[in-house]
């Protein structure tokens, strides 16, 4: 609510939730006048664009909703639980004529958008090698929401609902995944979920570049998350998010860049509660919906389109089939 409020020209006229009370509390704490007991009858109400802040199994219903009312829509990641769900999204908006954005707010740090100039200007070449290295802490308490860590729910784990993030950036830096070996387990939190707490892949690029995934939320404290690509001089760029929520450019030897190394990880730093992050994640969630709103106002397409995020997805879903067959999984539509 704090990102919808941060942009000019935006209202946030109605609510619903199929939970009654969830969606009358919910309003009066935010001052919205109307309340709907489903996404039909908010759909109808006339809005201009609506954001889908629903549990991850809920998004298709949302998004295909809001392409029958041809309404614009903002949905949260990860935009479905299953690639052929999202392609189903993408389909149903674009033959309404609709916009339809997800929200990655973490590409709109400063140090993430000046990985993608540097190699859109060329002071970075076209990257060979990358990773992602993501090491959170999730507890019994963050699991206790009834949806999380369930395969119907949530879709995956530690992949799909946190490193999603970091995926999305390494394939937005280096383009588009052709193949994906992968596996995953659940060694710590066994006793409260059933998708994974451990990850690990490797992926090749479209471009013939290489990269690992090392995802986990079973470090106590959380050391955060890193994002690199490397060149073929050698140039590197590096984004870390320390605390969790918090980007910044910890590596760069790109021409121009004014510093090496920008941050430093204090190891036992605290991790922050869930509320915490979120807050330090606002002014860049605010900066997406202010780019979804003048996608609407302009006609044209959002920073983060539907098609942005199948890309993503279809990393996660192939590591969690590889894992599942012992196979490498080729991604025909890379």
């Not at 939320?217 to 870390?240: E, I, K």
Request: net charge neutral.
């Amino acid at each position: 609510m704090a990102a919808l409020r941060a942009v000019a020209g935006v209202q946030v006229v109605a609510v619903a939730d199929v939970d009654a009370g969830r969606a009358r509390t919910f309003a009066a704490a935010h001052g919205v006048a109307r309340v709907y007991p489903g996404a039909d009858e908010l759909l109808a109400s006339g809005l201009d664009a609506v954001t889908i802040c629903t549990p991850h199994g809920a998004h298709e219903d949302g998004v295909l909703a809001a392409a029958r009312h041809r309404t614009h829509v903002l949905c949260e990641k990860p935009v479905a639980l299953t690639v052929a769900q999202a392609r189903r999204m993408t389909a149903a908006t674009a033959a309404a004529g609709v916009r339809f954005g997800v929200l990655f707010q973490r590409r709109f740090w400063p140090a993430a958008l000046g990985v993608r100039r540097a190699i859109d200007d060329g002071r970075l070449g076209t990257p060979i090698c990358g990773g992602v290295l993501a090491r959170f802490n999730r507890d019994a308490e963050y699991y206790a929401e009834p949806w999380r860590g369930r395969l119907d729910t949530e879709g995956g784990g530690v992949l799909m609902t946190q490193a999603i993030h970091h995926v999305d950036l390494l394939q937005w830096f280096m383009g588009p995944a052709r193949r994906v070996t992968g596996r995953c387990a659940t060694l710590v939190h066994g006793g409260l979920i059933e998708v994974e707490d451990t990850a690990a892949a490797v992926v090749e690029f479209a471009s013939g570049a290489i990269a690992t995934i090392q995802a986990g939320t079973t470090f106590r404290p959380g050391l955060g998350a890193q994002v690199w690509v490397s060149d073929a001089r050698g140039r590197t760029a590096s984004v870390m998010e320390f605390p969790e929520g918090v980007g910044f450019t910890d590596i760069s030897t790109v021409p121009g860049d004014e510093v090496s190394q920008t941050g430093r990880v204090r190891a036992g730093s605290p991790d922050l509660p869930l509320a915490r992050i979120h807050e330090h994640l606002v002014p860049y969630h605010a900066r997406q919906v202010e780019d979804f709103v003048d996608a609407v106002r302009h006609d044209r397409e959002p920073a983060v389109t539907g098609h942005d995020a199948v890309r993503s997805l279809e990393i996660v879903e192939a590591v969690y089939r590889s894992s599942r067959t012992g196979a490498a999984v080729d991604l025909t539509g890379g």
